[in-house]
RNA sequence: GCGGCUGUAGCUCAGUUGGAUAGAGUGACUGGCUACGAACCAGUAGGUCGGGGGUUCGAGUCCCUCCAGCCGUACCA
């Protein structure tokens, strides 16, 4: 059975379309042969029927008619018994305007039990293997709105992909090597040696992290090792303190995702790369592959020369790419380390390569746009085909507001507001559908004050009523009148025929398309937008039908209808990670 | 300068390969519970889709251009 009653009926009008349009020409009304693309819609207004074609208008060029015209004769030639729908109208410039019936509305809430909590799943992705990298925030401190948003983003598209059949694999790349650990030692360090020392002896580093949760490391460090660290070397003294940093931070990273409901599949350490040698080994393959030289004691990548083969290649003109300031990037530095840069191109060399994911998938916050391409064209360079295996989910930045007015947010000057701070004062549900309300490329405003005060005004309690009203509604029926909810071949579906009814089959069918969308956008929100649809469609059912009736056909009707949307709100909310309640 | 994102109702935002009279939530106003959960529903009001050109049967959607806001443009990550 095709579960995506949606596509098969979109598919119906198409062929219906065609094979009128093939007889009306073999009985030489029209010229035959013609290739016309006429699309399938569904109309915003309902007294245009469910689906719409603009076959005549499309092809009123090629056949010579008006549209008008060539939709009459599509009409004269069109049968629809045993189809989908009941009836068709030409409407306007020359729409064809369809209607469904009962063959379909019969078969929704069959698909709907069918399917159960994995309706809606498809094989699109069967067989290929896909990495979701996500939140990856730097263990130098605690994790933020951003975070926040990044997780739900990341953790729904696995899910979304996951339904649609995909092999996926959810990872965190852990930051612990570089600059910023370095900065996240010497900021320790200083507390350290401030808290034996005194305040005023000992200087912190001007861009060294300000928050608290430093001092709290290095009082933790004294408190554990005393006052002998003083006497060691600095760089032992700082490499034990990046290690006793990193060690208590990143449990702490994994309880608060862990608490946040985002379970990964591997905490992928970043000094692995470094310590086994795949970064070096990886800048060597590009410099044996021509793509390095070295200047001012640095060895540089030539992106420059990577990007504008990729830029042509994706059909830009000569003329654009030079308009482009294109500039190389620094792998190895005059010091000796290596950049970021160096082992992001090795991370995702081993996701493409060694660990062989067909498609790697990030979600980077907005402000990392300019990297995406740069790291496509290096993979491009190793032959990896990163311009197309690797894709970058960019999310605009949360702007953190107090009172509605913007404060700055940053981990140096550690006034960021923590993951853990907000789970302490919102439901784990509540965040999760806040943070997964808007598109990745919106920026989002987040007014802590005024997300614990609007608590009930966010929608996700709009969605989960409906879920606990149809859970009291079917209880209450079992207990009053000692039926259960009858299985969809027991019931007869031509009786929900109010336009309530009608807009929730149609609702609940289109679930599995909307799955298919997010998919294929890589947007989850939608999932959030859908859910208040079909929790909207439902309360004005409730409304204006009632469940328990005299009539028994009717009373299964609308009870089956009214668990098959409880069964739909439980497998999206699922989805993004957000509970379905019997009660609240 | 160059590049990315954004601009739709007072506010927050939808608008799916271009389709018919541009939608929803929220705020405002008016109604609806002795009936399966009122955390709900119904109704009213609110628009030069940032401006201007172009493409075509048809543009919020595609192209060009201009304007405004945010972000990026490191031998930081």
């Not at 990729?310 to 059909?315: F, I």
């Amino acid at each position: 059975m095709c579960e995506n009653l949606i596509l098969a009926a979109r598919e119906q009008v198409a062929a219906l379309t065609q094979s009128a349009y093939e007889k009306a020409a073999q009985a030489g009304l029209l010229p035959a042969g013609a290739q016309i693309r006429g699309q399938v819609d569904i109309p915003k207004d309902t007294a245009h029927g469910d689906y719409a074609t603009s076959f005549a208008m499309a092809g009123a060029k090629a056949l010579g008619k008006s549209p008008r015209e060539i939709a009459q004769l599509l009409m004269d030639h069109m049968v629809l018994e045993g189809t989908y729908f009941d009836k068709m109208e030409m409407a306007g410039p020359g729409f064809l305007n369809f209607t469904l019936g009962k063959h379909w509305f019969s078969e929704v809430l069959a698909a709907v039990e069918a399917g159960g909590l994995t309706y809606g799943k498809s094989c699109e992705g069967k067989g290929k293997r896909v990495m979701v990298e996500f939140v990856s925030a730097n263990p130098t401190g605690p994790m933020h709105m951003g975070n926040a948003r990044g997780g739900v983003l990341g953790d729904a598209v696995a899910s979304v992909l996951e339904r649609l059949g995909y092999e996926v694999w959810r990872e965190f790349y852990v930051n612990d090597a570089g600059n910023q650990i370095h900065k996240f030692a010497l900021s320790i360090d200083a507390r350290y040696r401030q808290l034996i020392l005194g305040e005023e002896a000992v200087e912190f580093p001007a861009d060294g992290y300000q928050g608290e949760d430093i001092r709290e490391l290095a009082r933790d460090f004294r408190a554990q090792f005393g006052d002998s660290w003083l006497e060691k070397s600095e760089e032992e003294r700082q490499e034990a303190m990046a290690q006793f940093g990193l060690k208590a931070n990143l449990p702490k990273m994994k309880e608060d995702l862990r608490r946040y409901k985002i379970e990964y599949d591997e905490w992928f350490l970043e000094s692995t790369l470094h310590d086994s040698g795949y970064v070096a080994e990886t800048v060597n393959l590009l410099t044996e592959k021509g793509w390095t030289y070295e200047a001012e004691g640095a060895l540089w990548l030539r992106t420059s020369g990577l990007l504008r083969e990729k830029y042509l290649r994706e059909g830009k003109t000569p003329e654009q790419v030079d308009k482009l300031e294109l500039k190389d990037d620094v792998l190895r530095r005059a010091n000796g380390f290596y950049t970021y840069f160096a082992a992001d191109i090795a991370y995702h060399r081993n996701k493409l390569e060694k660990r062989g994911f067909d498609t790697a998938i990030n979600v980077w916050g907005a402000d990392h746009h300019g990297h995406v391409h740069r790291l496509q064209a290096a993979l491009d360079g190793l032959g990896l085909d990163g311009s197309n295996r690797l894709v970058i989910i960019l999310m605009q930045l949360v702007n953190l507001l107090q009172d509605g007015q913007p404060v700055r947010m940053s981990k140096r000057s550690g006034k960021a507001i923590a993951l853990h701070d907000l789970l302490d004062e919102v439901s784990v549900d509540a965040a999760r559908f806040f943070f997964n309300a808007s598109k990745p490329t919106v920026a989002v405003d987040f007014d802590l004050d005024l997300a614990v005060r609007e608590d009930s005004e966010n929608p996700v309690y709009y969605v989960q009523y409906a879920h606990a009203r149809i859970c009291s509604l079917v209880a209450k029926v079992v207990e009053t009148k000692g039926i259960s909810v009858p299985a969809a071949a027991e019931v007869d579906a031509t009786l929900l025929q109010t336009p309530e009814e009608l807009a929730l089959l149609k609702t609940i069918a289109r679930f599995p398309e909307e799955l298919k969308l997010a998919g294929r956008e890589l947007d989850p929100s939608q999932i959030n937008r859908y859910l208040v649809a079909l929790a909207g469609d439902f309360h004005r059912f409730y409304n204006s039908c009632r469940c328990m009736v005299d009539d028994p056909a009717l009373q299964a009707a609308r009870l089956k209808l009214a668990d098959s949307v409880r069964g739909v709100l439980e497998n999206g909310l699922n989805l993004i990670g957000v509970t379905a309640p019997e009660k609240m």
